[in-house]
């Protein structure tokens, strides 16, 4: 079944909790919430004061990316603040590091993610791979919303679903950047079963049409 998480980053923050409102109706899966640190990429977002409004705001299942250092830091605090998934990066810190945030995320009681950027190896998911609920791969470079989707990714999706099936079937494959209705069908072809879509959706003037447009393209 294919997923769309609309990604937070392009919606109007001024009014987060009517925005996601509207997306819930419109048919999103998931909420994609962006969180950058400025230091992991050149962009600070929101954190979890934010999430923690968002929160009691919806029942839509909350999927945080942390682009941030040093996630081990703050996996515990996201959780409690109400993600439901909490995704790391591998670049973030050393693997010991990495699994043990992994480690935190579950046992709060809540699904766990590794994310790679770009420039990552596909391979760089092995040590995480029995453990995780998703992996994440990114078809941008991750800092800011509204790029370009990088083709040359796919090969890196079909390897990580072949991963996937072989090791940890349950395993999400997540896509993020780029993605809307003419990327889409390159990804699902690909692998990928969750598809983030920031400005695809926000910017659009229905967004259950646009949604609909990316699960059904
Ligand atoms: C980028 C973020 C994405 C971003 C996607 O660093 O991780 O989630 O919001 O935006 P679009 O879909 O516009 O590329
Ligand atoms: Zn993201």
Do not use: W
């Not at 999103?28 to 600070?44: E, K, L, Q, S, W």
């Not at 009691?56 to 942390?66: R, W």
């Not at 591998?90 to 994310?115: M, P």
């Not at 092995?126 to 790029?147: A, H, N, S, W």
Request: proline share 5%; net charge negative.
């Amino acid at each position: 079944m294919i997923k769309i998480a609309p990604s937070i980053l392009s919606a109007d923050f001024a009014s987060l909790g009517a925005e996601v409102e509207d997306i819930r109706r419109g048919g999103a899966d998931y909420v994609h919430f962006d969180v950058m640190d400025g230091r992991f990429v050149p962009n600070i977002s929101i954190g979890i004061p934010v999430l923690k409004s968002l929160r009691k705001a919806t029942d839509l299942f909350i999927d945080a990316h942390l682009m941030i250092v040093e996630p081990v830091r703050y996996a515990r605090a996201f959780c409690q603040a109400g993600a439901d998934l909490v995704n790391c990066h591998v670049e973030a810190d050393s693997a010991e590091n990495i699994l043990a945030a992994l480690d935190q995320i579950k046992s709060c009681g809540k699904k766990a993610g590794v994310t790679l950027k770009p420039g990552t190896d596909a391979m760089a998911v092995e040590p995480y791979l029995d453990l995780v609920d998703l992996v994440l791969i990114m078809t941008v470079e991750p800092g800011f919303g509204g790029q370009s989707f990088m083709h040359d990714m796919l090969p890196k999706i079909e390897t990580v679903r072949e991963l996937i099936d072989k090791r940890n079937p349950g395993c999400e494959l997540e896509v993020d950047g780029g993605i809307d209705p003419v990327t889409a069908p390159l990804v699902k072809r690909a692998g990928a079963n969750v598809l983030v879509a920031g400005s695809a959706v926000f910017k659009a003037k229905d967004r259950a049409e646009a949604i609909a447009a990316i699960r059904n393209s």
